[in-house]
């Protein structure tokens, strides 16, 4: 059986480039992915869901090279 692949808070800060704070804002949106579990301490989701979500809600992250305006 694969298992899944999962984010935590700290997990979707690094993707989204963001604050904890600005996880718990994130993952409140309507539309976000339902977390698999809440655990005490951390809720998780799963991975492949949260990247979906992503490729039509949040703007790419800026690479090396890019310039603002």
């Known amino acids: 059986m694969k298992r899944p692949r999962l984010y935590g808070p700290g997990e979707l800060a690094g993707l989204f480039n963001v604050s904890r704070q600005r996880v718990l804002q994130i993952t409140r949106r309507p539309g976000f992915p339902e977390p698999m579990a809440r655990l005490i301490g951390t809720t998780i989701w799963d991975a492949d869901e949260v990247d979906e ?13 890019d310039e603002d305006g």
């Open 53 to 65: 979500w992503a490729k039509h809600n949040r703007p790419p992250r800026p690479t090396e090279g």
